[in-house]
């Protein structure tokens, strides 16, 4: 019974279009103007040849970059035809492009017209559970499918790394595959069926094809592109039959080249069969654009059981490889010491690695699942007892629960992150980081690897897929410079000589691209390298499909020196900052950090990025800002570009400063850093307009909003005060003004006596009046004075402290951010000497304090008062103040007590300081569901900024989606603008913070 599970209409998500202004799309065209038109004239998707998106698109995870011509992002296969169609007119040649996240240069085509099938075609077609079946367009993520498959307890088997960004078109593109390949193969297993356009723009469907058969008779009999590729393809393969045999590797990864060796085969019932499909796979696009895919699944299974077994010598992990094959594990994954000290050196990974003993060499770790061993503990015995007790590994960590597997899969997957995010130059570069041996061969293969190494002086980690024979291995090097580019080359020509010998795969999981191309004729040999540009010049007669990609004509050979990102030539400018950028090795190594693996684009969990989530396009990922940002300050764009009006506009201000990048971003970019300083330094070149300077001075403003209420609140209500606020100030008329309060927090607490005596309290703490409690929404800090002195805290209000400065941080005004900052650390700082808390209703002041402080200010104190600084619940939760209070929840048995949805603070989940709410709210009676929402959209002014209102609403959308999809009663959100954002769900009616509840709870006490 085949339930086909029909989705044809339900698009995983809707962009609304990421508020760029058309006149500037249209700037820049240049030489390109004439293909543009033509283009836009057919295509209904959109069409961008200005330079920025040229930047945006010139790079992607790899060392390379190349400008294209442009981007087209197509809204139906017609548009796709309509762009090969079109280009092939001009001679421009093209380039498919998912998320970008390719690490061999692939993704990259100087002067191509990318179609990137990520946006509007991400379709889940159709999901066949019995047959096991789905079919999607190319554009889907592979999670997102994945996380539709799980509802019926399936999944895509191949799994990279890269899979919450990676799309299905780009994994069938490189032949994508993961830690579990030992147990399933690679994409090209389960790629059944293609809808390819081809070079001439025709669209064929591929499937499995019996020779001789009448359909093949059918094909074969007429004059056209298809009926040539399937005669081209038989002979060839027939032709050399000898050589593929012999030239092949025999790994379970292999993605160099054409899949010549898969695509002629015998099918069940012994018929010889072509399938194109298999082809395609891994083509890297250089064949036709991928424009559905019918793909095979797998059933997830039920459990697993992770063993990790720990040597003092790397040679004699590689040595245990083999037999750990014989145990029928699910993954066999490697790690070395470099990975384990960069993993404890860090602030994110050090607990992953605290069960690793210190002597740690190398560990092996081994996964079973229950689809092979219904006895998960017996299976992880029987190696425990071959590896530790019988053989050379002198520790075991196993693994049962999901949480302990978990965090050793992020120790495992940390490694790239911990050795990407090495500070400044040199770097460890990906060129050669996944050559491929027999596992039977890698102990005596890394032996020679690590001579190579040696002799060419650089060093390299050792770590991932070491039962596929697959290990990551890069060399750190400088690529700024031609001595750092040439020994690259070196190492790159010595290390294929080596994998030869060893009849390895120079690519067994990342692919050609720019990088490995050259060295395909030493993997293949002469005469396979003929059969592949046969084939090349059979589906592309004038090599338009990515050209230089997998194979090259002679007259314009890959060369993997070429076309890089950074090279002997690149400089970048060091502008004077007015904030610290020493952590990060200064201003312009802080946007190289970015190194284009595309993580900004993840669209499940975190924080990062919800200008992409919301929009879809690239311009608006931590990468599209970081790419401009680097073009910018490195010559690649006018010298003035950073200061240009279209810069502040386009760039700087989509970014909404909401930090998720700092702690999600692999190695750290810091955008809403950037953002800050970039805007102060074109304040100080070109000034501010007039709604900047309103909202960097909110506290000003609302000071006064209050001592005018409730006047101040009735005028915002009257009719035609909204749109001319819009035309004057241009805050959006749409968008609710916030009420003001004629009586101040700081004016009812100056009016009470304190609860707690100040000699009898367990500790003291400043409360600090931030703008929006003191004069918008007191209770909420009036809940936390209540709560506060339940737990015998002594609560004080100093009258001479001034606004955190956040508002004018995030407006680029580092000056009076800078002024705030010195003034409220020189009042704070002898409270914090006697052993006080400076404590904050509002996360993103309280975070300014944590965080932008040490940027702005040098010295002890900023020091002291930063680390002394707390959100309420946080202080409340690291200190368990709560356990001195009894709360009486509303019922012992949790069935009965009220339940809250958490949305977090962005700012504060930077600093992983968001969580402590949720315990707080839990030991006060609550049953808490802790959302992993993003940011709201509000973003400080950000959502009262006309021009930015859509998008603002857009990224609360998504947030509205998170906070219905949980059963509980009501939300709750620490952060007074995402309070704001949600009350526009409820029409009007603001949640509280969660101080709010708390107090609640407290007053069910009395
Ligand atoms: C940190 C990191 C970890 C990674 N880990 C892994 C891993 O574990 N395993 C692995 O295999 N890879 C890994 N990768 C590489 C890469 O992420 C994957 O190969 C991924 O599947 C590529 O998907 P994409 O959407 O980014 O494709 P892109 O990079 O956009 O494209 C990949 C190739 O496919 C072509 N292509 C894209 N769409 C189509 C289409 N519709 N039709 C035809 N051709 C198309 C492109 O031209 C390009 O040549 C990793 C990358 C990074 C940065
Ligand atoms: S900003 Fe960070 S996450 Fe995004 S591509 Fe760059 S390095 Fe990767
Ligand atoms: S600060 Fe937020 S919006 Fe800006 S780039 Fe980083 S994640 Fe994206």
Redesign the pocket.
């Known amino acids: 019974m085949a339930a086909d599970e029909d989705t044809t209409d339900e698009r995983i998500f809707e962009p609304p279009g990421p508020n760029r202004s058309s006149d500037a799309l249209d700037e820049d065209e240049g030489e390109y103007a004439e293909l543009a038109d033509d283009l836009r004239s057919d295509v209904a998707g959109d069409v961008r040849f200005d330079e920025y998106s040229q930047i945006l698109y010139a790079t992607d995870g790899s060392i390379y970059q190349a400008r294209p011509a442009g981007v087209v992002v197509p809204r139906s296969v017609e548009d796709v035809r309509a762009v090969v169609r079109i280009a092939n007119e001009h001679g421009t040649p093209i380039l498919p492009r998912g998320a970008g996240s390719s690490l061999a240069g692939q993704a990259v085509g100087p002067g191509c017209v990318v179609v990137d099938l990520s946006t509007y075609m991400d379709r889940i077609v159709s999901i066949d559970p019995d047959g096991k079946r789905a079919t999607v367009q190319p554009g889907v993520v592979q999670d997102d499918l994945d996380a539709r498959l799980s509802e019926h307890g399936l999944k895509f088997a191949p799994d990279p790394a890269s899979s919450n960004r990676a799309t299905i078109g780009g994994g069938i593109g490189n032949n994508s595959t993961g830690a579990h390949s030992v147990r399933y193969g690679i994409t090209d297993a389960y790629t059944e069926e293609l809808d390819v356009v081809l070079a001439d723009g025709s669209l064929i469907h591929t499937r499995e094809v019996v020779v001789g058969g009448d359909e093949w008779d059918a094909i074969l009999a007429r004059d056209d592109l298809e009926a040539d590729i399937y005669r081209t393809v038989r002979r060839l393969v027939e032709d050399n039959a000898d050589e593929i045999e012999a030239r092949y590797p025999d790994l379970k990864r292999n993605v160099s080249g054409y899949n010549l060796d898969r695509v002629v085969f015998e099918n069940e019932r012994g018929e010889t069969v072509v399938n194109l499909s298999k082809l395609f796979v891994g083509a890297e696009g250089t064949l036709g654009i991928v424009v559905k895919a019918t793909l095979s699944l797998v059933t997830t299974p039920d459990t697993t059981a992770l063993a990790l077994y720990c040597f003092d010598d790397l040679g004699d992990a590689m040595a245990a490889v083999p037999e750990a094959l014989e145990f029928d594990a699910s993954a066999v994954e490697l790690m070395d010491d470099e990975v384990f000290r960069l993993a404890r050196d860090s602030g994110e990974f050090a607990e992953y690695a605290a069960p690793i003993p210190p002597d740690t060499a190398a560990a092996l770790m081994l996964e079973f699942d229950s689809e092979r061993h219904a006895d998960l503990e017996a299976a992880v015995e029987a190696t425990t007892r071959h590896f530790h007790d019988d053989g050379d590994a002198f520790e075991v960590v196993e693994a049962y629960t999901d949480e302990d597997q978990r965090d050793l899969w992020k120790l495992r997957k940390a490694a790239i992150p911990l050795l990407m995010s090495l500070e400044g130059d040199p770097k460890p570069y990906p060129f050669i980081e996944d050559a491929t041996v027999p596992p039977a061969e890698l102990a005596e293969y890394v032996r020679r690897f690590e001579e190579i190494l040696d002799e060419h002086g650089t060093s390299a980690a050792y770590f991932a897929h070491a039962g596929s024979g697959t290990l990551h291995i890069r060399p750190i090097l400088n690529l700024k410079a031609d001595d750092g580019i040439r020994t690259m080359r070196a190492i790159a020509d010595d290390v294929t000589d080596l994998v030869a010998d060893h009849h390895g795969s120079f690519s067994g999981e990342h692919g050609d691209g720019l990088a490995r191309t050259e060295f395909n004729p030493k993997m293949y040999g002469p005469q396979l390298w003929d059969a592949f540009r046969e084939l090349k010049s059979t589906f592309d007669p004038d090599w338009l499909l990515n050209p230089g990609k997998v194979v090259f004509r002679d007259d314009e050979p890959t060369d993997m020196r070429e076309h890089l990102r950074y090279g002997a030539e690149y400089s970048s400018i060091e502008p004077n900052t007015a904030l610290d950028f020493a952590d990060e090795g200064g201003y312009s190594q802080s946007i190289e950090l970015c190194n284009g693996c595309g993580t900004?684009r993840q669209t499940g969990s975190d924080?990062?990025?919800?200008?992409y989530r919301a929009t879809k396009d690239e311009v608006a990922t931590?990468r599209g800002?970081a790419n401009v940002l680097r073009a910018a300050i490195s010559g690649e764009l006018p010298a003035d570009e950073l200061y240009s009006e279209r810069f502040q506009r386009e760039i700087l201000d989509l970014?909404?400063?909401?930090?998720?990048?700092k702690n999600d971003c692999p190695t750290g970019v810091d955008?809403?850093k950037l953002?800050a300083e970039t805007k102060h330094q074109y304040h100080q070149r070109e000034g501010a307009a007039l709604r900047e300077k309103l909202f960097a001075n909110i506290d000003r403003a609302a000071e006064v909003g209050s001592a005018l209420a409730p006047l101040s609140n009735v005028a915002t209500k009257l009719p035609g005060s909204r749109a001319l606020g819009e035309r004057v100030l241009g805050i959006a008329a749409d968008r609710k003004l916030p009420t003001f309060t004629r009586e101040t927090f700081e004016d009812w607490f100056d009016a009470r006596d304190s609860a707690v005596d100040p000699a009898a309290a367990d500790h003291g703490a400043v409360l600090f009046p931030d703008t929006y409690t003191n004069y918008m929404y007191p209770d909420a800090g009036k809940a936390a004075v209540r709560v506060l002195e339940a737990a015998n805290v002594h609560v004080e209000l100093p009258d001479d402290l001034r606004e955190s400065g956040r508002a004018a941080y995030s407006m680029g005004f580092l000056d009076r951010a800078r002024d705030r900052a010195e003034h409220n650390v020189n009042v704070l700082a002898p409270y914090v000497e006697r052993g006080w808390s400076v404590v904050f209703v509002e996360p993103s002041d309280a975070v300014m304090f944590q965080d932008e402080y040490a940027d702005l200010l040098d010295g002890e104190a900023v020091s002291s008062v930063g680390a002394n600084a707390y959100g309420v619940s946080e202080f409340i939760d690291v200190h368990r103040l709560d356990e001195s209070i009894d709360f009486d929840a509303p019922s012992a048995s949790a069935s009965e007590s009220e339940s809250l949805v958490y949305h977090g603070h962005c700012n504060q989940k930077a600093l992983n300081r968001d969580h402590h709410a949720v315990g707080l709210l839990r030991r006060a009676g609550y049953t808490v569901d802790p959302l992993d929402s993003g940011?709201c959209g509000m973003a400080g002014s950000f959502g009262y900024e006309a021009e930015h209102y859509d998008l603002s609403k857009s990224i609360g959308r998504i947030l509205f989606d998170q906070v219905e999809a949980s059963d509980a009663e009501s939300v709750v959100a620490p952060g007074a603008s995402c309070r704001s954002q949600l009350a526009d769900r409820t029409g009007g009616t603001r949640p509280p913070h969660p101080v709010e509840k708390v107090a609640d709870a407290l007053e069910r006490e009395r």
């Open positions: 900004c924080t990062m990025c919800p200008t931590t800002r970014c909404i400063g909401c930090k998720g990048c955008l809403a953002k940011c």
